[in-house]
């Protein structure tokens, strides 16, 4: 029990309350604490107040509540400056002083007691001097509200508290008798009455920091202090006259703004009743958890009548009594799972799968939900398989034998579909091997012509597969690319690639060390450009990549276990370079999976040749049908591309949009190297430069090309 | 004034039912005495509801007064008062701009006369209930003639607690749980009738005056004292009159529940 509290009112209420409380809480443990303390109190009582009995009584037996800690519920908001509060959300009225009329020496005894440092006070300047000014004060501003006009209080603000406008006018030019002025309380001394006053704001308290101060004009004094001037004139004006004409009274949410200000809550209101307690109410008496087990009832209602048609093959009342149930309540989990089943039923397998896992959301282990999930999934796998898309098949699989890795039909759709991967990968290392099988000694620009090969065979396999994507895409591709300078690089490149096919159709055909003297040295200048640009390209190849992969539902994982470990780290390169080179910004679109896996083997140059390029000719491969080829303009002997490749072309319908942006991204130092190499190349003759000379010229079109691509990142 | 057929004796609905079997059987002492005690279960109902239901302190009047009213001129044994009190609560949401659903309001009354039972199915009995409560509705209006909007004393409250606190020391009345007293005795208020037959103002100055007196704070007195200034009219008898009845509320409370 709050001991001040009991203290006070037994100052004014005397010994009868006193006896009134010890009879009433006798049981209380509480009060039993502090009734030692409190029997001083009683001795200092006036006694000349007329106790009632029946309000003592009342005292009494509700002590418990009133003089509880925890009563004090009341959170008042900080001090509002009334000026602020937009409008008049409620009647600001005159100080009660006003119209109490209380004596002025108890009106000063008051105004010492309660002024504090910080307090923001208003006056009129009344005399000047060279060390300050002084103020007669009208009224307080912020929180505080008095009548103090004719008490003539007088407050000083002293010259070094006036913060000065220039460095060498007087500041207290600025001022004239008469002006009035808002400032900030700065010292107090109430034994000899003194006030002094600042202007400075580091003067005020925290919540009064943000009001100006300095000169005020007429209309901004204060509204009370305003209102409390037209009352005293007028001595009909009673404060219900003033407070029913002001329009803040008028506000129709006035008591809700008002116990907000106080700071007392409406939707857990205080009471004195012993049965309105709050503690007395449960939770799920009230009526929104009520509503809540209801809707969910009803809508059980409308599922389990929905089963029934079901089962009777009514399908259409079924999805009528499933809607129904769902409009009651929108998250019913048995409503959501009847209804995937009877979508997965009709075939509309999105649409089921989306039931699902919003059911799942709701209910993580709802058993039917995850089996029939399951299914969905499976038979959604089977769909892609028939098209050809195994990535996007393989992440369904996976997902539903995460969900129920009981469900044989996923073990084995996911067996098939590892196979044949498998297979497929297989066969593009053999046909790798069989190129690496020359590979004895290697000097390191042999070894980049090996990888040039390899990147160039890639591409080629690419551009095959994407030759069968549809003229349409080809057409937007191009057409999407903003600058004609683009174009003329791609054709450059085009007219280039064109030449290198020839070279890696007869590459593939076996004979490769022509094929690597002919175009040896391009390749060599263009790969040695790409080296510096080639962690970025491949960074931001790797990053979109990535996402493309995690945007065909997870499938980006291996696809088989040897696999693995190359793709962790390629894709780690990849995650990091992602968060550097995400902001390339010229998103010119490249179609030259040529550069690309340039860059990629380059960059791994480090790593053990072997497994890099069969890595890459793996992912590549894979990964390749999702690169779309905006100006393949060359034909393409498709007879030899694996249904692999073709079945990825429509992967590759769905992620134009990640292409664009990854191609864009690559072209971009693409571009300047392609300048540089085309350049070259369009030489004619440079093919036989001496070695110093191409030194030199890839030191500076590194050079060049790292200062191009910094700003750009 | 008669009202529809369906709230005659003859045609109670299952919740009214209920209701009977929640009073006492056989009340005792005389009947002035046994329709009080009624008045304040009802009351209390209408609060405890009220507040299950999320409505604010002026909505929860506005029925309290809704119902008082209703009762000035009709009997209890004649209409059904805890029907009532759900329909004048489906009234002072709408007339107060804080809408209830009638779904709610069944649903919480239920549950207050059949405690922890499960909740309502969507069956005849739940459309019957609300046609109750919606015709009921209509006869509490006419029986009002269609005067339902009042004035209340919780702004006139709020704005003398924003006077009154400039007068005294901030950390003095900082300490002392005034707002909160006034603010809770104010809503007990709406146990009784009193709510009607005293004026706002009054009940405003006397809750006020109650909890003042309550801490034993003191006030500047100057040639009128606080409560004269904010209300003209109010004179120390008045005051006393509004708090003598709200003590006999709290002493009601004791005997009925």
Redesign the interface.
């Known amino acids: 029990m709050d001991r001040?509290?009991l203290r006070?009112?037994?100052?004014?209420?005397g010994e009868s309350l006193f006896n009134k409380l010890k009879c009433e809480q006798t049981e209380n443990p509480d009060f039993q604490e502090v009734v030692s303390d409190l029997c001083k109190a009683t001795y200092e009582s006036r006694g000349g107040e007329q106790g009632?009995s029946?309000?003592e009584?009342?005292?009494a037996?509700?002590a418990d509540i009133?003089f509880c800690p925890s009563?004090?519920?009341?959170k008042?908001q900080e001090q509002e400056h009334e000026e602020e509060e937009a409008g008049e959300p409620?009647?600001i009225?005159p100080?009660?002083?006003v119209?109490?009329?209380?004596?002025d020496e108890?009106r000063r005894a008051?105004i010492y007691?309660?002024l504090e440092k910080g307090d923001i006070v208003v006056g009129r300047i009344n005399n000047i001097r060279e060390y300050g000014f002084f103020l007669t004060l009208l009224c307080m501003a912020g929180?505080?509200?008095?009548d103090i006009e004719d008490l003539e209080l007088s407050a000083l603000c002293h010259i070094r508290e006036i913060p000065s406008t220039s460095s060498h006018d007087d500041p207290l030019s600025y001022y004239q008798i008469g002006d009035f002025i808002r400032g900030g309380v700065k010292d107090i001394d109430r034994y000899q009455e003194k006030i002094t006053v600042s202007l400075h704001q580091a003067c005020l308290s925290p919540s009064l920091e943000h009001i100006k101060l300095g000169v005020i004009t007429r209309e901004e004094l204060p509204i009370h202090y305003s209102r409390s001037v037209s009352a005293a004139s007028d001595s009909n004006e009673?404060?219900?006259c003033i407070?029913r004409r002001c329009h803040g009274?008028q506000n129709?949410s006035?008591?809700?703004f008002?116990?907000d200000?106080?700071?007392?809550s409406?939707?857990h209101?205080?009471?004195?009743?012993?049965?309105?307690q709050s503690k007395h109410?449960q939770e799920e008496?009230?009526?929104?958890a009520?509503?809540k087990?209801?809707s969910a009832?009803?809508a059980l209602?409308c599922v389990r009548a929905g089963v029934d048609h079901f089962k009777h093959g009514r399908h259409v009342e079924a999805m009528n009594e499933y809607n129904k149930a769902l409009d009651i309540d929108t998250k019913n989990v048995e409503a959501l799972v009847a209804r995937g089943a009877l979508y997965a039923n009709k075939g509309s397998i999105m649409k089921a799968i989306t039931d699902f896992e919003l059911a799942l959301e709701n209910c993580p282990d709802h058993r039917n939900a995850k089996k029939y999930l399951c299914q969905t999934l499976v038979e959604r796998g089977k769909q892609l398989e028939d098209q050809e898309k195994l990535v996007t098949a393989e992440g369904l699989y996976r997902r539903a034998l995460a969900l129920d890795d009981s469900n044989p039909e996923a073990k084995e759709a996911m067996h098939n579909i590892t196979e044949t991967i498998q297979k497929s990968i297989r066969l593009r290392e053999e046909a790798l091997a069989k190129e690496q099988v020359k590979d004895t000694s290697q000097t390191s620009a042999e070894k980049l012509r090996k990888i040039l090969k390899e990147e160039k065979r890639m591409k080629k396999k690419r551009k095959r597969s994407a030759s069968s994507s549809s003229s349409s895409s080809k057409s937007s591709s191009s057409s999407s690319s903003p600058s004609r300078r683009k174009k003329k690089k791609k054709k450059r490149r085009k007219s280039e690639r064109g030449s290198k096919r020839h070279r890696r159709r007869s590459e593939e055909g076996g004979q490769e060390d022509g094929a690597v003297g002919r175009d040896g040295d391009d390749r060599r200048i263009n790969q040695l450009y790409s080296l510096s640009a080639a962690s970025d390209e491949e960074e931001s190849d790797g990053s979109h990549r990535e996402r493309k992969r995690d945007r065909t539902e997870k499938n980006s994982q291996s696809r088989s276990p040897p696999r693995e470990e190359k793709r962790g780290r390629s894709r780690e390169r990849r995650d990091e370079s992602r968060k550097g080179t995400r902001d390339s910004d010229s998103k010119r679109r490249g179609s030259l999976e040529e550069n690309k896996t340039r860059k990629l083997s380059s960059s791994s140059a480090e790593l053990e040749y072997s497994r890099r390029s069969s890595f890459q000719s793996e992912y590549s491969g894979i990964s390749g049908s999702t690169y779309r080829h905006p100006e393949n303009r060359m034909r393409h002997d498709s007879s030899t591309r694996s249904s692999l490749d073709s079945g990825r072309n429509e992967n590759k319908d769905r992620q134009d949009g990640d292409e664009a942006e990854r191609e864009k991204a690559e072209e971009e130092g693409r571009q300047t190297q392609k300048s540089d190499s085309n350049g070259q190349s369009e030489g004619g003759s440079k093919k036989n430069l001496p070695a110093h000379l191409l030194s030199i010229f890839n030191q500076i079109a590194q050079f060049e090309k790292e200062k191009g691509l910094k700003p750009k990142k | 004034m008669e009202g529809p057929s369906c709230l005659s004796p003859a045609g109670r609905d299952g919740e009214t039912r209920a209701a009977d079997r929640r009073e006492p059987g056989g009340g005792s002492g005389t009947d002035p005495t046994r329709d009080t005690r009624t008045q304040f279960r009802v009351c209390?109902f209408i609060?405890?509801t009220g507040?299950?239901?999320?409505l604010?302190?002026?909505p929860v009047a506005t029925a309290c007064v809704l119902y008082h009213r209703f009762f000035q001129r009709a009997s209890v044994r004649v209409y059904e008062p805890y029907l009532v009190a759900m329909s004048c609560l489906y009234l002072a949401g709408k007339v107060e701009?804080q809408h209830?659903r009638t779904?709610?309001i069944i649903?919480?009354s239920h549950?207050?006369f059949n405690k922890g039972s499960?909740?309502?199915?969507?069956d005849k009995e739940f459309w019957d209930l609300r046609d109750s409560v919606v015709q009921c509705e209509l006869l509490v209006l006419r029986q009002l003639d269609f005067h339902v909007s009042f004035e209340h004393p919780?702004?006139?409250l709020?704005?003398y607690?924003?006077?009154?606190k400039?007068?005294?020391?901030?950390h003095a009345w900082?300490?002392?749980?005034v707002?909160?007293?006034s603010?809770?005795?104010l809503?007990?208020c709406y146990?009784g009738d009193m709510c009607i037959r005293h004026t706002p103002?009054h009940v405003a100055i006397a809750t006020l005056y109650?909890a003042l007196?309550?801490?034993?704070?003191?006030l500047?007195?100057?040639?009128?004292?606080?409560w004269q200034?904010?209300?003209?009219d109010v004179t120390k008898a008045d005051i006393?009159a509004v708090?003598?009845d709200l003590?006999r509320l709290?002493d009601m409370?004791?005997k009925c529940?």
């Open positions: 001040d509290l006070q009112s037994l100052i004014f209420h009632s029946l309000v009584q009342f005292i037996r509700k009133l009563w004090k519920t009341a008042p409620y009647a009225m100080p009660l002083e119209f109490m009329e209380l004596p108890e008051m007691r309660d929180g505080l509200k008095r009673t404060y219900g407070l009274y129709p006035v008591v809700e008002l116990l200000k106080v700071g007392i409406d939707t209101p205080p009471s004195m009743m012993r049965g309105l109410f008496d009230f009526a929104s009520i509503r087990k209801q009832s009803w209602k | 209390r609060m405890e507040l299950k239901l999320g604010r302190s002026v701009e209830i779904r709610d649903n919480v549950r207050y499960a909740p309502l199915e969507c919780h702004k006139y709020l704005h607690l924003l006077s009154l400039s007068l005294v020391n901030r900082s300490r002392t749980p707002v909160e007293t603010w809770a005795l809503r007990d146990h103002q109650l007196n309550s801490y034993g704070v003191e500047p007195v100057g040639e009128k004292t606080w200034v904010l209300c003209e006393d708090i003598s003590l709290y409370e004791a529940i």
